[in-house]
């Protein structure tokens, strides 16, 4: 009998945690897109700075 109780209660844990760890992947999820979003923007403004640097290197030749 308290073998079985055991059984049960470690059963019921591990359903429990298996819910959990679902629960964190689709939190995660939209971190992940806004961190690629961030990184969209920021090599925007990198290319547009490039563009910039190489016409102001010219202008001072």
Known sequence: MENT???LLL????FSSAHEDRDK?????PFLSD???????MTAA????KVKIEQL???NQ
């Open 11 to 14: 059963l019921l844990c591990s």
């Open 35 to 41: 961190i690629h979003a961030a990184l969209r923007v």
């Open 5 to 7: 109780l055991v059984f």
């Open 57 to 59: 290197q010219t202008l």
């Open 46 to 49: 990198l290319a547009e700075h």
């Open 25 to 29: 992947k689709k939190e995660i999820q």
